[in-house]
């Protein structure tokens, strides 16, 4: 089974658009491989030796068959510092603060979990470890 995670920003119920700027300022040090405008696919690569396939659109960056590891250091910084939400195939959408929950959309509204913008946080939620 694959596992995908989605970061989106949300406002007032909907997703709104991501700052690219800061997209590409996050994973830039990671880059092995990207378009110019990030749209036609990134592949990154972390510290530890993982390569990562990364869809990048206006209103969000998707991840499939993720890593354990340093990949969990660009998503804690990358929802850091969009202010992101977390929404994953497979768990409950992570949020930062309780703050975030009144923006999302009322039928994931219930279920949001308040995780740590952390490396071991998020790994922990996403891996079950």
């Given at each position: 089974?694959?596992?995908?995670l ?5 406002r ?14 996050v994973?830039e ?5 990207a378009?110019?405008?990030?749209a ?26 993720y ?8 998503l ?54």
């Open positions: 089974m694959s596992r995908t989605f970061v989106l920003r949300y007032g119920g909907e997703p709104e658009p991501l700052d690219m700027q800061l997209v590409r300022e994973l040090p990671y880059v092995v491989t378009g110019a405008d990030l036609d696919g990134v592949l990154i690569r972390t510290a530890d030796g993982f390569e990562v396939d990364v869809d990048v659109n206006e209103v969000c960056v998707s991840v499939s068959r890593p354990a590891g340093q990949f969990f250091d660009v804690a910084t990358l929802v850091d510092r969009l202010g992101a939400t977390v929404l994953s195939s497979d768990r409950p959408v992570v949020i930062r603060s309780e703050r975030d929950r009144a923006e999302l959309s009322e039928d994931i509204r219930e279920g949001a979990v308040v995780v740590a913008t952390t490396a071991p946080a998020l790994e922990g939620h996403f891996t079950g470890s």
